[in-house]
């Protein structure tokens, strides 16, 4: 698995993540769709309890201060590894199946918001996932559903199981390092080695995703991304993304003629 995504990512020349420099330009933008991300939870409920509060509060102080909520947040993903809170866990029943709701320390979900729209903005500018990785802003061409010359388009699609659960964070933690400085992956892989707790029972999680925290959407599709490398294989995976300085549009293909 390793060296599959080693060999893609030289293919397409890659350029690993930085670690957010201390006067990146576009630090306060993307703080500021962090915090609206964090705060549209709270523009429909009506009653809040006291963590809530607290978060809230946190949200305002960021967009008052950004400068110092920034600094902060560098700060935690630099050198906080085993000092974070415990995640509780909750579950809303639906009768039919039970979704659980996890309990995050607000101080913490602020700086995970802020790493989440950092890793998507710099990762699609450095065209990390290719055409077929959806959702994207790539949309099929108006006739790739044309069959008049006796072509056609055949779409496959499989499912994955339980792919939040089987993740083992070591050798995610190997796979991020490809992508983003070590002092990031090394955060995010630690950020899923916490203990749940659900009423009074502990759990030290040690394989598998949480999937509560902000950046979680980032890490399942770039492991999903690398599911698809082994499923397709690296000749046809580069035959669909095309070359890595003129990329393919999504279903399109260079005349080769």
């Keep these: 698995i390793y060296t599959t995504m080693v ?108 790493l989440d729209q950092y890793l998507w903005y710099e990762s699609e500018k450095r065209h990390l996932f290719p055409n077929w990785i959806k959702p994207s802003d790539l949309e099929p061409p108006p006739d790739i559903w044309g069959t008049q010359d006796g072509s056609c388009v055949v779409l496959i699609e499989t499912q994955f199981d339980r792919l939040y659960d089987q993740i083992d964070l070591t050798l995610l933690n190997r796979l991020l390092r490809l992508i983003m400085d070590h002092n990031l992956a090394d955060y995010i892989t630690s950020k899923n080695n916490v203990t749940v707790s659900y009423k009074d029972m502990g759990h030290t999680n040690s394989y598998g995703i949480i999937r509560g925290l902000q950046f979680a959407s980032f890490v399942v599709q770039y492991y999903g991304l690398v599911l698809d490398l082994l499923v397709l294989g690296l000749n046809r995976a580069t035959d669909i993304a095309g070359p890595p300085n003129f990329p393919n549009d999504f279903l399109i293909f260079k005349d080769r003629a």
């Design 7 to 114: 060999h893609w990512l030289e293919s397409r020349r890659f350029q690993p993540i930085p670690f957010p420099p201390l006067a990146y330009k576009h630090d306060t933008k993307l703080l500021i769709l962090a915090l609206e991300r964090l705060k549209e939870v709270y523009s429909v409920k009506s009653r809040l309890n006291q963590q809530q509060r607290d978060e809230l509060a946190l949200i305002e102080q960021a967009y008052d201060n950004p400068h110092d909520a920034l600094t902060r947040m560098k700060r935690h993903l630099l050198t906080q590894r085993s000092t974070f809170k415990e995640v509780s866990i909750e579950f809303n029943d639906l009768y039919t199946h039970l979704i659980p709701s996890y309990d995050i320390n607000p101080l913490e979900k602020i700086t995970d918001a802020y």
